[in-house]
């Protein structure tokens, strides 16, 4: 009866002394255990609030020295990299420019090329008009012995065409009067010189006259002369003035090619030009590069003569302290 009321008090007490803990500390929960004598008092330490743990200064700088020199170096890496993109967009603007003019060049070029060859095709235009003579009747059988005789069946449109004839050219022409012919014109030639217009000659002299001609179907021409035609000169310069003109585009065309090619050479000089400067600009990249990888390295030995210097004097002072110990003990 006596062992039973004793260990009801010493769970008494062992109630009462975790109600004051927890009183005690709100956040923190103590836990005990005991086989009935009240020893074995243990904590959990799950319970236990976290502690803060405070490192060495030296330490701490060490960090803090790591942590600038990674930022400078980040820092440096973004110049770099912005310093190169920079380059890369002013070179592309370059390039763009030098393909504008050279393009331009081409262009202007070009037009001087076709304003010199429409020059001198409306040269040439002008002086064999000049040359005309229209007043030669030798030369008037010159298209057929050139181009053989013209087409002057029945049934079919004939037109003709003839330069000034002049003075008193158009009625020996067409035969119209009597003075010139001394024998009435027939009536389809007395039309055609009621056709006739005044035109002013290519050479800008006095007004001529041009004599057109067409026959109807069913005219009968068998009693008129057929006396309009091309002068062999005029057939001969037109002839000429093709060639002419032919060997004019012809050189044309080459000093286009020629051109071209020019340009081309140009362009690809320029291309690899910019090649060599972009290969140039790559060889400086990577000696930045290596420059900045031995600097780090150079930090970083650096920072190990630090550490080692710091162990140094701390094995100097440790053996100082103990050899001090050592003293005043023999004492």
């Given amino acids: 009866m006596t062992a039973v009321t004793a260990t009801t008090n010493e769970d008494h007490d062992h109630d009462y002394n975790i109600n004051k803990n927890k009183d005690h500390c709100g956040h923190c929960t103590t836990a005990t255990t005991g086989n009935g004598d009240g020893d074995g008092d243990m904590t959990d330490p799950k319970m236990v609030p976290h502690t803060k743990l405070v490192s060495d200064s030296e330490d701490d700088a060490e960090v803090v020295e790591a942590k600038a020199g990674e930022k400078q170096r980040r820092e440096e890496e973004v110049k770099v990299e912005r310093r190169r993109q920079k380059e890369a967009r002013k070179e592309e603007v370059e390039r763009q420019r030098t393909i504008d003019e050279a393009r331009a060049r081409m262009e202007q070029e070009q037009q001087e090329e076709m304003q010199a060859w429409a020059q ?8 064999n008009a000049g040359t005309i003579d229209g007043g030669s009747r030798a030369n008037t059988d010159g298209m057929r012995e050139v181009h053989g005789p013209l087409a002057g069946a029945r049934g079919k449109a004939r037109k003709a065409c003839v330069w000034p004839l002049g003075l ?13 012919s001394g024998k009435p014109a027939p009536r389809q030639v007395r039309k055609r010189a009621e056709r006739a217009v005044t035109n002013a000659s290519p050479r800008g002299g006095e007004k001529r006259k041009k004599v057109c001609t067409t026959t109807k ?4 021409d068998e ?14 310069e037109q002839c000429d003035a093709l060639g002419m003109l032919t060997q004019a585009l012809a050189q044309v065309a080459e000093r286009m090619a020629a051109m071209e090619a020019r340009d081309e050479e140009r362009l690809a000089m320029e291309w690899e030009m910019m090649e060599i400067q972009r290969a140039h600009l790559a060889m400086a990249r990577r000696a930045m590069d290596r420059e900045e990888e031995q600097l780090e390295l150079e ?21 100082r302290m103990h050899r001090v110990k050592r003293s005043s003990g023999h004492r």
């Fill in 120 to 127: 001198a095709v409306t040269v040439t235009r002008w002086r």
């Fill in 299 to 319: 930090r970083v030995q650096t920072s190990i003569a630090r550490q080692r210097r710091r162990g140094e004097r701390r094995q100097t002072m440790k053996m």
């Fill in 168 to 180: 008193g050219g158009a009625g020996a022409a067409t035969g119209s009067g009597t003075e010139a």
């Fill in 217 to 220: 179907e069913g005219e009968d």
């Fill in 223 to 236: 009693d008129t002369e057929e006396v309009f035609r091309v002068p062999r000169v005029m057939a001969e």
